[in-house]
């Protein structure tokens, strides 16, 4: 099974400054055949589903932000919040779907300084 | 647009069966290009798949192996749905179950979530 570990797990970031957040995979995600990662990010808040913000772990869902970005291959990849908004705070997690059981990190907490 | 509707309920006793239904709209449970699956999230384990079922010419499932022995999760064509069941639950599977369609793109469709309570 493919083991996700985010980093950090609570993260602080004033108003208007960047957020990033690191996923690494104990095996790569990296599909040669279509040249895909197979890794989204998903954004919760309390009492909402999980929303999915980036796939093939750098497209933007339609209707996300752009402020909203994703980077990496392979077995390391981030989320990255351009300029942090109030709206933005939430728990974040990484997840592989390239093989079941699909995975998920264990989420980063984030707060506004 | 699609969309989940989670139905079932919310209290169960230990080692009974927890049972949920997922009711789509705007897709099909019978798609070739998607899956169905659950999820749940508690405070010990995060958020954790439990399996899925899908149409590729004819039926598949797929399941966590934590629950392997419980769990089964099955397609009803003729109310456009699906369902998860548990058996002989625990405290430990308190937890909000989650349904959600798969695509290529990850999981795009969530349903509202059920807050499930093992407790006598």
């Known amino acids: 099974d493919i083991v996700m570990t985010q980093s950090p797990d609570s993260l602080a970031v004033s108003l208007g400054e960047r957020a990033t957040i690191n996923c690494k995979s104990s095996q790569s995600v990296f599909y040669s055949s279509n040249n895909k990662n197979y890794l989204a990010w998903y954004q919760h808040k309390p009492g909402q589903p999980p929303k999915l913000l980036i796939y093939?772990?750098?497209t933007r869902e339609s209707g996300v932000p752009d402020r909203f970005s994703g980077s990496g291959s392979g077995t390391d990849f981030t989320l990255t919040i351009s300029s942090l908004q109030a709206e933005d705070v939430a728990v974040y997690y990484c997840?592989?779907?390239?093989?079941?059981?699909?995975?998920f990190g264990q989420g980063t907490k984030l707060e506004i300084k | 647009q699609v969309q989940l509707q989670q139905s079932g309920p919310g209290l169960v006793k230990p080692s009974q069966t927890l049972s949920l239904t997922c009711a789509i709209s705007?897709?099909?449970?019978?798609?070739?290009?998607?899956?169905w699956d659950w999820i749940r999230q508690s405070p010990s384990r995060g958020l954790e798949w439990l399996g899925r079922t899908y149409y590729r010419s004819k039926w598949y499932n797929d399941y966590a192996v934590s629950v392997k022995s419980r769990v089964t999760v099955n397609p009803d064509t003729s109310k456009n749905q699906f369902s998860l069941q548990l058996n002989s639950v625990t405290p430990e599977d308190t937890a909000v179950y989650y349904c959600?369609?798969?695509?290529?793109?990850?999981?795009?469709?969530w349903g509202q979530g059920t807050t499930v309570t093992v407790s006598s």
């Open positions: 093939w772990a750098s």
């Open positions: 997840q592989q779907y390239c093989s079941t059981p699909y995975s």
């Open positions: 705007g897709d099909s449970v019978s798609s070739n290009s998607a899956s």
């Open positions: 959600a369609r798969k695509n290529t793109c990850g999981m795009d469709v």
